[in-house]
């Protein structure tokens, strides 16, 4: 199960870095570096924006706009290091994400529910390195997101962590493919509704998610449905993703 996540996770890498939050003169320029980045499976450049980001914003004053795109990062980049087994490096951005999970005193309610997913979202990671307290934090993080999605039902960043906590839910549980497609659905219908599909990471991620799980349940004509989605949105990914998702 460990390592079909992990699979299904290299895919994942920066998935959360499109979220907008307050305006920032760099964050475009920013998530155009990271977006070229990403798409041309430039990971090495990722590591590099990741640590610059990092050491440019311990020079400036706090705010909801450098910390959240902070974990968004490092979220992402969590996720690599796990599907490479690179655990220590992992710890090491674990780490610094729970630091400014827990300095975090934000006021504002859209940021408030957004910190609140990134604390489940360290839940999962949490079970994946430290592979302790699985069952307690596993059930934390499960109940916290459907909570969050009840009273957020247009956030689509909860409905995306909630398709992976039941994709790696034991079976006995509730955890099933089918229920994680059903989410990613939804958060693909948010994103395109509220015009959040145009070099839009997540976007592009919940696409390649949802194809390579049809592929997963032999749903092939599905999985084809969802990668020339991908294809047309975006003509530059890269061969690899493609094959990857095709299983070849």
């Not at 996540?5 to 920013?30: P, Q, V």
């Not at 696409?207 to 003509?235: C, G, H, V, W």
């Amino acid at each position: 199960m460990k390592k079909a996540f992990f699979t299904f996770l290299t895919i994942l890498i920066f998935s959360f870095l499109a979220f907008s939050y307050d305006d920032d003169d760099n964050k475009e320029d920013d998530n155009n570096k990271f977006y070229n980045a990403f798409i041309s499976g430039d990971i090495k450049q990722c590591e590099k924006e990741l640590k610059e980001l990092f050491t440019a914003d311990e020079k400036e004053e706090y705010s909801d706009s450098s910390q959240l795109k902070k974990l968004e990062y490092a979220f992402g980049y969590i996720g690599w290091c796990l599907n490479e087994s690179a655990n220590n490096d992992a710890k090491h951005w674990l780490g610094r994400f729970k630091e400014i999970l827990d300095n975090n005193n934000t006021s504002d309610v859209k940021n408030r529910c957004d910190i609140d997913i990134y604390k489940n979202a360290f839940l999962c990671y949490s079970i994946l390195i430290e592979n302790k307290s699985s069952a307690l934090n596993g059930s934390k993080a499960y109940f916290r997101t459907k909570d969050l999605i009840e009273k957020n039902p247009d956030n689509y960043l909860a409905k995306i962590l909630m398709s992976k906590i039941v994709l790696n839910m034991p079976k006995s549980l509730g955890g099933s493919r089918k229920k994680a497609i059903s989410y990613l659905k939804q958060a693909i219908l948010l994103m395109e509704g509220i015009g959040e599909d145009s070099n839009n990471w997540m976007y592009i991620n919940s696409l390649i998610d949802i194809a390579d799980l049809y592929r997963q349940e032999s749903d092939f004509l599905s999985s084809e449905t969802y990668i020339n989605k991908l294809l047309l949105k975006e003509p530059s990914i890269s061969s690899d993703v493609i094959k990857t998702i095709r299983g070849k």
